[in-house]
């Protein structure tokens, strides 16, 4: 019997989630995912990092979502509001609410995501190929 990954380490992590900008001003790296070998039942982790200036596109999906911020500032788009993000901020996405992240500082905004594992392609029936709907265009990688 093989044993069940418990840990991953930072040369591991995957990038490329479907948050991911082709110039990488987005990044949406994938920690604890099936992806990494892990196989959680209910919850995903990754990390979410936005360069200056720059925003995640407006998405949303099937499943609640929390960020927790480490680093710099930026405002949370949700539903149409803006709410001011800053180190220590905590979020709770809602499924099915269009949400954005803006970086609006000077340095990279980080971001720690936890969601449930609905954001990994289980789901047929969502309208996209991605389990996101991007309500945005983006530069493809």
């Not at 905590?90 to 992240?101: D, E, I």
């Not at 980080?110 to 983006?138: D, K, N």
Request: net charge negative.
């Amino acid at each position: 019997m093989s044993e069940s990954r418990v840990v991953i380490y930072p040369e591991e992590v995957l990038e490329g989630a479907p948050m991911q900008s082709a110039d990488r001003a987005v990044r949406d790296l994938k920690l604890i995912y099936p992806e990494t070998g892990f196989e959680a039942m209910t919850l995903c982790l990754g990390v979410v990092e936005i360069e200056p200036g720059h925003h995640s596109p407006l998405h949303k999906h099937r499943c609640e979502e929390v960020y927790y911020v480490v680093q710099g500032t930026g405002d949370l788009e949700s539903d149409g509001r803006r709410y001011p993000l800053r180190p220590g901020s905590a979020v709770l996405n809602r499924p099915g609410v269009p949400h954005r992240v803006h970086n609006t500082g000077n340095e990279t905004l980080r971001l720690v995501v936890v969601a449930g594992i609905m954001l990994v392609p289980l789901l047929p029936s969502w309208p996209t190929p991605s389990p996101y709907e991007i309500l945005e265009e983006r530069a493809v990688q």
